[in-house]
């Protein structure tokens, strides 16, 4: 035990420091190592293997020549501790690193130049793949299954023994086995359908037969096989006949077992007369859905409508998840003609007394919402009927699948309304109704499930629908009450869920939530979340985003909790970045070249912004980049909503030199959140920007070089290119001056780039408009340089959003043709191509601008007989667009 404890310390160890041991260390720690492999003590050997699986991932199996020679040796051994030892080790290698098993191995007898270590290691596994003993069989065939997506080179040269490997194994008398056969064909299937298609009708036939067998993980391992063969587009017509026998076994393994464990909790907290509070293994871990990046693909803020809410319902992956996956995906693609099919087998279902069958039943009609939804659509209102008492039943389950059933069905609610008007909201306000009276329930474990298909509504009401504030509005003070009470009596699950219903509501109901009114019923509670736990409390996390997706829409109604939201934010900004700091300093924080790492010379500026604000001592809490990118958010939130009645809270604070530090830090996502909030603050207070300007520009434009443009740091870079366009806007044109042909080499090297892969359509959008906002703020300064830039410039313009930001980039353009029009003549299709690219053009100074342009060139190119020949090369459909958007021909 001592000796596995001590194996456990150093694998947390070697994860920090690995890299930064001395290589005679490295060597040492390697070498003690593979004896342990073969030690005659399971738990010491595997202990061995996890050690070996992160030196490997930390300096690749190409270091280490001798385990790589070792393995192969080691899985002919005839020694049984030997031989689970090295199928343990290498397991875990594929599992955690498998592009490692191409890595190539020398020094060995007959190896000569090198050989990829998988052609060295699959000979033996299939060997063992006939071995008596049922351990070494299943871990042999585990071991291929996991280099099967990539097809290494040794499986790849041997594919066919693999398959005939798994074909003998069939039905193997373990079901450990067997479960690792099914995995390994329904693996197969989608890593080498062409090589299974001759066989596809017996694969059928097996993987049905082992869907209804009474191991549960054979059983689960094939019910994985329908998915995977109709997500490839296989032939459905071969599935089809088989659809009479499919269809009851999935149904039949929808039903829960009595004693599951998801059973019993519901149960156990149904009779209890308080709800016991959740502990952190029973919360999901904090996952920020994504910061805000700014540009055309960069995706917006997390939906909580997302697949993740099933989880809700269906707790962990299991045969009843798999097996409702499985009815969704045919459903999707066989539709209605899987209703007489299942049909009957659900209304006799929901007649049972037996909760788990009625249970089973309604999940089948929310599994196959989507697909079938033609067939059932005339059946609407009866099921809708049906499913609300079961929102009563006396069996908690139940009433979990029905708020997950009837939020699945949300889409179809309010496409009534918008077809038949009024005459459809009896039925929306019946399950909108019966959704809000089952967030009160007292089960806490029903509420988390109520609270996540309010959440499904919210988000399928902004999904396509005109106008969904005002669809909305009959529920919305009823909605933001039920969220409210929910923060303040829900578990830590409950709550948890509550954040992301809450933030779907705000983005849904848009500037509609601004209303103090409204925004009071929920702000005083989420306020209480955020600032009433301990620094380092966790709970946090989920309160911060849910504010930052909430003050936006909230607009000048925050104010009267503004104070308190900046204090708060900067408090925990300050205390985490000098916490990172300190971790930083200490010996087994520093970097290989002893420089620190999060945090830098953040230390007085976090150090000033936590005693501004009376926050507990930096070493009360634990270094977390998220609780910094969280809280420079809420900050960054607070600007959008307050504009420039921010301007008080920023100017007595020492937010602006802690922002400098986060702009430089080492990790990318406080980088990304730092300069989403520079462009913000420069937009509302540009004043508070401007003691510290040279070192955000010098920033901004340290990250926009090519060579830094990694796909980690691109969402960074992304926001500090827009946030400098930002800057560039608001600060005095003198100031920016001496910046701006450093900011237009930045810009057009993006622009221009033509390296291996693509620049990501964000990152370019961004430097079309920083660079036109540079050329209209500082025109002297670009104007001789426009004939290096302005053909990649303009093709890029043609793909920007009609807005203000295009506007601001147009504007520059124009000034700059204006006063270089030699250099812009060779672009001129190109130019006129960028003019045609507005849709809806509201300023129509700008239109003026680009009218005159093209005016201009024709004037001076007509009189020596150029300007037929400069227009031959614009084409027809821009000429036409041209011509209706100033008034006269070309």
């Known amino acids: 035990m001592v000796r596995q404890s001590a194996g456990l310390l150093l694998k947390n160890n070697l994860s920090k420091q690995y890299k930064e041991l001395p290589a005679e260390f490295r060597t040492y720690i390697k070498g003690a190592l593979l004896p342990l492999l073969g030690h005659a003590s399971r738990e010491l050997r595997h202990t061995a293997g996890t050690l070996a699986s992160v030196i490997v991932g930390l300096g690749g199996l190409v270091e280490w020549q001798d385990l790589a020679t070792a393995l192969p040796r080691c899985l002919a051994a005839e020694d049984p501790a030997v031989l689970d030892g090295a199928q343990d080790a290498l397991y875990k290698v594929l599992e955690d690193h498998p592009r490692e098993i191409e890595a190539p191995v020398t020094g060995g007898p007959g190896l000569g130049g090198g050989v990829p270590a998988s052609s060295l290691v699959v000979p033996p596994l299939l060997r063992l793949m006939q071995s008596p003993a049922d351990e070494v069989r299943r871990c042999a065939v585990a071991c291929l299954n996991l280099m099967v997506p990539s097809m290494p080179t040794g499986l790849n040269d041997n594919v066919d023994s693999f398959l005939q490997g798994l074909f003998a ?51 689960l391992a094939a019910a994985e096989f329908w998915t995977a063969y109709l997500d490839l587009q296989l032939d459905p017509g071969l599935l089809r006949p088989y659809l009479p026998r499919l269809i009851p076994v999935l149904l039949k393994n929808m039903v829960f077992d009595e004693y599951d464990d998801e059973v019993s909790e519901a149960e156990a907290a149904e009779s209890s007369s308080t709800q016991a509070e959740d502990r952190d293994q029973d919360i999901k871990p904090f996952t920020h859905s994504r910061a805000r990046e700014h540009g055309a693909d960069a995706g917006g803020e997390g939906g909580a409508g997302d697949d993740d809410d099933d989880d809700e319902v269906f707790g962990g992956w299991n045969l009843r998840k798999c097996s409702a996956e499985a009815l969704d995906v045919l459903s999707n693609n066989y539709g209605d003609d899987l209703l007489p099919l299942l049909l009957p087998i659900v209304q006799q279902r929901l007649q049972e007394a037996n909760w788990s069958a009625r249970e089973s039943a309604i999940l089948a009609l929310g599994a196959v919402s989507h697909g079938c939804h033609a067939g059932l659509q005339p059946y609407l209102e009866g099921m809708v009927g049906m499913l609300l008492p079961a929102l009563r039943d006396s069996r908690p389950m139940v009433r979990i699948i029905a708020c997950w059933t009837l939020a699945r069905y949300s889409h179809w609610l309010f496409s009534g309304i918008v077809e038949r008007g009024q005459a459809a909201r009896p039925l929306l306000d019946s399950v909108m109704g019966g959704i809000l009276t089952s967030m009160a329930d007292r089960n806490k474990f029903v509420q988390a499930a109520a609270v996540s298909a309010l959440a499904v509504i919210m988000e399928t009401a902004g999904e396509g629908q005109h106008e969904p504030d005002k669809l909305l509005e009959p529920y919305t003070s009823a909605v933001l009450q039920a969220l409210a009470a929910a923060l303040s009596r829900y578990t830590r699950r409950g709550v948890a869920v509550t954040y992301d219903a809450l933030a779907c509501t705000a983005r849904v109901l848009g500037p509609r939530l ?181 070192g955000l520009v010098g920033r901004s434009l340290a990250l926009c070089e090519l060579p830094a443009l990694s796909d980690a740091n691109l969402p960074s870079a992304n926001n500090a290119c827009w946030s400098l366009g930002e800057v560039v806007v608001k600060v005095d044109s003198e100031r920016m001056a001496p910046h701006a042909e450093a900011i237009a080499h930045r810009m057009t090297s993006i622009l221009a780039y033509s390296g291996p892969g693509r620049m990501p359509p964000s990152i370019l959008e961004n430097a079309s408009i920083t660079l036109g906002r540079t050329a209209w703020r500082c025109a002297e300064q670009l104007a001789p340089h426009l004939g290096h830039f302005v053909a990649a410039w303009c093709g890029q313009l043609r793909n920007i959003r009609d807005g203000t930001e295009k506007e601001h980039a147009f504007l520059g353009l124009c000034r700059l043709v204006r006063m270089n029009p030699e250099a812009a003549l060779p672009a001129f299709p190109v130019l006129c191509a960028a003019f045609a690219s507005w849709r809806s053009l509201a300023c129509e100074g700008l239109r003026n601008e680009m009218a005159q342009i093209v005016q201009l060139f024709k004037a001076s190119l007509a009189p020596s007989g150029r300007w037929e020949a400069v227009l031959a090369g614009v084409t027809e459909p821009v000429r036409g667009k041209l011509a209706a958007m100033f008034g006269q021909p070309l």
């Open 169 to 219: 194994l069939a039905n193997d008398s373990s079901a450990r086995v067997r479960k690792e056969v099914v995995l390994g064909l329904v693996t197969a299937t989608s890593a080498l359908p062409e090589r299974l298609a001759p066989f596809m009708g017996q694969l059928v036939e097996y993987m049905l037969a082992s869907n209804e067998a009474a191991d549960p993980g054979v059983a």
């Open 514 to 694: 601004a209303d103090p009114a409204l925004a009071n019923l929920v702000l005083p509670p989420l306020l209480a979340k955020f600032t009433q736990p301990p620094l380092s409390d966790k709970d946090l996390l989920g309160a911060m985003e849910c504010l930052a997706n909430v003050i936006p829409h909230a607009g000048r109604a925050v104010e009267l909790y503004a104070q308190g939201l900046y204090d708060r934010a900067l408090a925990l900004a300050g205390a985490h970045l000098t916490a990172g700091q300190q971790q930083q300093q200490s010996p087994a924080g520093r970097a290989a070249d002893g420089s620190p790492g999060p945090g830098g010379k953040a230390a007085g500026a976090a150090a000033a912004a936590a005693a501004a604000n009376g926050a507990a001592a930096s070493g009360a809490v634990e270094y977390d980049p998220n609780y910094v990118v969280l809280a420079l958010d809420v900050i960054s939130a607070l600007a959008q909503a307050l504009h420039a009645s921010v301007e008080s809270l920023v100017g007595a604070s020492p937010l602006v030199q802690m922002l400098t530090v986060a702009c430089a830090d080492p990790c990318p996502d406080v980088r990304q959140s730092a300069f989403a909030l520079v462009g913000d603050l420069a937009s509302a207070c540009v004043a508070h920007l401007l003691p510290v300007l040279e």
